[in-house]
Protein backbone atom coordinates (compact mmCIF):
# COMPACT_ATOMS: atom_id res chain seq x y z
CA UNK A 1 0.00 0.00 0.00
CA UNK A 2 1.47 3.74 -0.68
CA UNK A 3 2.23 5.62 2.22
CA UNK A 4 1.40 9.54 2.19
CA UNK A 5 3.63 10.84 -1.30
CA UNK A 6 4.09 14.55 -1.62
CA UNK A 7 5.57 16.78 -4.16
CA UNK A 8 7.97 18.13 -5.08
CA UNK A 9 10.61 16.82 -3.42
CA UNK A 10 12.72 19.28 -3.11
CA UNK A 11 12.10 23.30 -4.09
CA UNK A 12 14.39 26.29 -4.95
CA UNK A 13 12.53 29.67 -5.01
CA UNK A 14 13.25 33.48 -4.74
CA UNK A 15 12.28 35.49 -1.74
CA UNK A 16 9.19 37.34 -2.74
CA UNK A 17 7.89 33.93 -4.67
CA UNK A 18 5.18 31.88 -4.52
CA UNK A 19 5.25 28.49 -3.98
CA UNK A 20 2.63 25.51 -3.94
CA UNK A 21 3.47 21.59 -2.02
CA UNK A 22 1.36 18.74 -2.73
CA UNK A 23 0.03 16.03 -0.56
CA UNK A 24 -1.55 12.50 -1.12
CA UNK A 25 -2.98 11.12 1.73
CA UNK A 26 -3.19 7.12 2.55
CA UNK A 27 -5.81 5.67 0.96
CA UNK A 28 -9.11 5.75 3.13
CA UNK A 29 -7.58 8.29 5.28
CA UNK A 30 -9.57 11.87 4.84
CA UNK A 31 -7.65 14.06 7.13
CA UNK A 32 -4.35 15.46 6.18
CA UNK A 33 -2.31 17.89 8.73
CA UNK A 34 0.83 20.62 7.47
CA UNK A 35 3.53 20.96 9.50
CA UNK A 36 6.64 23.06 9.17
CA UNK A 37 10.51 21.83 10.19
CA UNK A 38 13.18 24.08 10.31
CA UNK A 39 16.44 22.89 10.50
CA UNK A 40 17.61 21.64 14.11
CA UNK A 41 13.83 22.18 15.61
CA UNK A 42 10.56 19.65 15.96
CA UNK A 43 8.36 20.05 13.32
CA UNK A 44 5.86 23.29 14.13
CA UNK A 45 1.47 22.65 13.14
CA UNK A 46 0.43 24.58 10.37
CA UNK A 47 -2.98 23.15 9.27
CA UNK A 48 -5.21 20.57 9.64
CA UNK A 49 -8.12 19.49 7.86
CA UNK A 50 -10.73 17.30 8.54
CA UNK A 51 -13.17 15.60 5.34
CA UNK A 52 -12.30 18.63 3.34
CA UNK A 53 -13.00 21.68 6.32
CA UNK A 54 -10.28 23.16 8.22
CA UNK A 55 -9.77 21.95 11.39
CA UNK A 56 -7.50 23.58 12.90
CA UNK A 57 -4.63 26.68 11.91
CA UNK A 58 -1.22 27.17 13.84
CA UNK A 59 0.76 29.64 14.87
CA UNK A 60 1.70 31.03 11.23
CA UNK A 61 0.91 34.40 9.38
CA UNK A 62 -1.83 34.71 6.52
CA UNK A 63 0.69 34.54 3.68
CA UNK A 64 0.36 30.07 4.26
CA UNK A 65 -2.73 29.08 3.17
CA UNK A 66 -4.26 25.03 2.82
CA UNK A 67 -7.12 23.42 0.78
CA UNK A 68 -7.95 20.19 0.35
CA UNK A 69 -9.88 18.70 -2.47
CA UNK A 70 -12.50 16.15 -3.18
CA UNK A 71 -9.94 13.08 -3.65
CA UNK A 72 -8.75 14.17 0.07
CA UNK A 73 -4.96 15.21 -1.63
CA UNK A 74 -4.35 18.86 -0.24
CA UNK A 75 -2.14 21.84 -1.29
CA UNK A 76 0.17 24.02 0.89
CA UNK A 77 0.05 27.60 -0.59
CA UNK A 78 3.27 30.02 0.72
CA UNK A 79 2.72 33.83 -0.66
CA UNK A 80 5.67 36.13 -0.44
CA UNK A 81 8.48 34.04 0.94
CA UNK A 82 10.65 34.83 2.84
CA UNK A 83 13.90 33.52 3.86
CA UNK A 84 12.94 32.08 7.15
CA UNK A 85 10.43 29.79 5.20
CA UNK A 86 13.11 27.45 4.36
CA UNK A 87 12.78 23.99 5.95
CA UNK A 88 10.94 20.42 5.24
CA UNK A 89 7.35 20.78 4.94
CA UNK A 90 5.79 17.47 5.91
CA UNK A 91 2.01 16.56 5.45
CA UNK A 92 0.94 13.64 7.91
CA UNK A 93 -2.65 11.97 6.91
CA UNK A 94 -5.31 9.92 9.24
CA UNK A 95 -8.53 7.97 9.67
CA UNK A 96 -11.48 10.00 10.74
CA UNK A 97 -11.35 9.67 14.37
CA UNK A 98 -7.86 8.49 14.95
CA UNK A 99 -6.43 12.11 14.68
CA UNK A 100 -3.24 10.33 17.27
CA UNK A 101 -2.53 7.88 14.65
CA UNK A 102 -1.14 10.56 11.72
CA UNK A 103 1.37 8.81 9.19
CA UNK A 104 4.23 11.57 7.64
CA UNK A 105 5.17 11.68 3.89
CA UNK A 106 8.74 12.28 3.45
CA UNK A 107 8.47 15.86 3.03
CA UNK A 108 9.66 18.99 0.70
CA UNK A 109 12.62 20.64 1.15
CA UNK A 110 11.97 24.06 0.07
CA UNK A 111 14.77 26.64 0.29
CA UNK A 112 14.07 30.27 -0.34
CA UNK A 113 17.52 32.53 -1.67
CA UNK B 1 0.90 28.28 25.75
CA UNK B 2 1.56 24.36 24.82
CA UNK B 3 4.92 22.89 25.20
CA UNK B 4 6.87 19.72 24.64
CA UNK B 5 10.52 19.73 25.94
CA UNK B 6 12.53 16.97 25.03
CA UNK B 7 16.48 16.28 26.95
CA UNK B 8 18.98 15.63 26.32
CA UNK B 9 18.98 17.63 22.82
CA UNK B 10 21.97 15.39 21.45
CA UNK B 11 23.52 12.01 22.20
CA UNK B 12 26.49 10.02 21.43
CA UNK B 13 27.14 6.33 22.52
CA UNK B 14 28.49 3.46 21.58
CA UNK B 15 27.12 0.27 20.39
CA UNK B 16 25.51 -2.18 22.77
CA UNK B 17 25.11 0.90 25.08
CA UNK B 18 21.58 1.68 26.62
CA UNK B 19 19.99 5.33 26.49
CA UNK B 20 16.97 7.34 28.33
CA UNK B 21 15.84 9.82 26.13
CA UNK B 22 13.18 12.17 28.06
CA UNK B 23 10.13 14.03 27.22
CA UNK B 24 8.13 16.65 29.49
CA UNK B 25 5.03 18.54 28.36
CA UNK B 26 2.55 21.34 29.25
CA UNK B 27 -0.39 20.32 27.05
CA UNK B 28 -4.05 21.41 27.84
CA UNK B 29 -6.42 18.89 26.86
CA UNK B 30 -3.69 15.86 26.47
CA UNK B 31 -4.98 13.43 24.83
CA UNK B 32 -1.71 11.15 23.44
CA UNK B 33 1.75 11.14 24.12
CA UNK B 34 3.66 10.06 20.36
CA UNK B 35 7.32 8.96 20.11
CA UNK B 36 8.91 9.06 16.26
CA UNK B 37 11.94 8.12 14.95
CA UNK B 38 13.26 10.95 12.33
CA UNK B 39 16.25 9.17 10.02
CA UNK B 40 15.70 11.31 6.91
CA UNK B 41 12.98 12.91 6.14
CA UNK B 42 9.61 11.75 7.07
CA UNK B 43 9.48 10.68 11.06
CA UNK B 44 8.32 7.24 11.44
CA UNK B 45 6.06 6.11 14.27
CA UNK B 46 7.24 4.38 17.22
CA UNK B 47 5.01 4.31 20.56
CA UNK B 48 1.56 6.20 21.44
CA UNK B 49 0.88 6.66 25.21
CA UNK B 50 -2.31 7.07 26.77
CA UNK B 51 -4.13 7.52 30.28
CA UNK B 52 -5.20 3.68 29.47
CA UNK B 53 -1.78 2.68 27.93
CA UNK B 54 0.72 4.19 29.68
CA UNK B 55 3.83 1.37 28.77
CA UNK B 56 4.71 0.45 25.31
CA UNK B 57 7.44 -1.99 24.36
CA UNK B 58 8.87 -2.78 21.09
CA UNK B 59 11.74 -5.39 20.91
CA UNK B 60 14.90 -3.10 22.28
CA UNK B 61 12.96 0.17 22.52
CA UNK B 62 10.28 0.86 25.48
CA UNK B 63 8.41 3.58 26.83
CA UNK B 64 6.74 4.92 29.72
CA UNK B 65 3.92 7.80 30.76
CA UNK B 66 4.29 9.26 34.14
CA UNK B 67 0.65 11.58 33.69
CA UNK B 68 1.15 12.68 37.49
CA UNK B 69 4.93 14.16 36.38
CA UNK B 70 3.54 14.76 32.79
CA UNK B 71 6.37 13.15 31.46
CA UNK B 72 7.93 10.17 29.56
CA UNK B 73 10.77 8.35 28.68
CA UNK B 74 12.01 6.36 25.81
CA UNK B 75 14.65 3.57 26.46
CA UNK B 76 16.25 1.26 23.74
CA UNK B 77 18.76 -1.35 24.94
CA UNK B 78 21.42 -2.58 23.25
CA UNK B 79 21.75 0.45 20.98
CA UNK B 80 22.94 -0.60 17.32
CA UNK B 81 24.61 2.11 14.56
CA UNK B 82 21.08 1.61 12.90
CA UNK B 83 19.41 3.45 16.04
CA UNK B 84 21.01 6.66 14.99
CA UNK B 85 18.22 9.21 13.95
CA UNK B 86 16.54 12.05 15.74
CA UNK B 87 13.79 10.71 17.96
CA UNK B 88 11.19 13.45 18.17
CA UNK B 89 8.54 13.53 20.97
CA UNK B 90 5.17 14.97 20.54
CA UNK B 91 1.53 15.27 22.35
CA UNK B 92 -1.49 15.25 20.49
CA UNK B 93 -4.23 17.39 21.68
CA UNK B 94 -7.87 17.01 21.88
CA UNK B 95 -8.24 18.68 18.72
CA UNK B 96 -5.60 16.39 17.20
CA UNK B 97 -3.07 18.99 16.96
CA UNK B 98 0.25 17.28 17.11
CA UNK B 99 2.59 19.81 19.44
CA UNK B 100 6.38 18.45 19.03
CA UNK B 101 9.37 18.79 20.98
CA UNK B 102 12.52 19.86 19.75
CA UNK B 103 13.95 16.26 19.18
CA UNK B 104 16.98 14.32 20.29
CA UNK B 105 19.61 13.53 18.02
CA UNK B 106 21.28 10.12 18.86
CA UNK B 107 24.60 9.03 17.31
CA UNK B 108 25.28 5.65 17.29
CA UNK B 109 29.37 4.79 17.10
CA UNK B 110 30.43 1.68 16.16
Known amino acids: DAGVTQSPTHLIKTRGQHVTLRCSPISGH ?20 YEKEERGRGNFPDRFSARQFPNYSSELNVNALLLGDSALYLCASFPVGVDYEQYFGPGTRLTVT | EDKVVQSPLSLVVHE ?6 NCSYEVTNFRSLLWYKQEKKAPTFLFMLTSSGIEKKSG ?25 AIYLCAVCSNTGKLIFGQGTTLQVKP
Open chain 2, 16 to 21: GDTVTL
Open chain 1, 30 to 49: KSVSWYQQVLGQGPQFIFQY
Open chain 2, 60 to 84: RLSSILDKKELSSILNITATQTGDS
